[in-house]
């Protein structure tokens, strides 16, 4: 017997379905672009790791190269090998 819905009833209803469904539908669409942003984030981070450990690296290499140049010994013979320096009375044969 008080099985039909009246018209305001079923107004009420289809207007709450509708307002369900847009906010689902928004929660779904901020989640998946989320999730990419995340996908982004890690592919940048593991990126700017690797960066990191090549710098820290060169930045190892460089830091001796300045211990090894306070050395005045090193320092010259490094500057006559690299740089082509001589001392007096020292000829410089360049070998390819």
């Known amino acids: 017997m008080g099985n ?15 307002f369900c ?39 190892k290499t460089l830091s001796d190269d300045v211990e090894k140049l306070k050395n005045p010994e090193y320092a010259a013979r490094y500057a006559r090998e690299k740089y082509l320096y001589s001392k007096n009375g020292e000829k410089i044969l360049k070998i390819d």
């Open 4 to 18: 039909k819905l009246t018209y305001k009833e079923r107004r009420r209803i289809v207007l709450i379905s509708i």
């Open 21 to 59: 469904t847009f906010i689902i539908s928004l929660s779904i669409i901020s989640s998946v672009s989320n999730i990419f942003k995340i996908s982004e984030k890690n592919k940048e981070k593991e990126i700017l790791t690797e960066q990191l450990k090549s710098l820290e690296e060169e930045e």
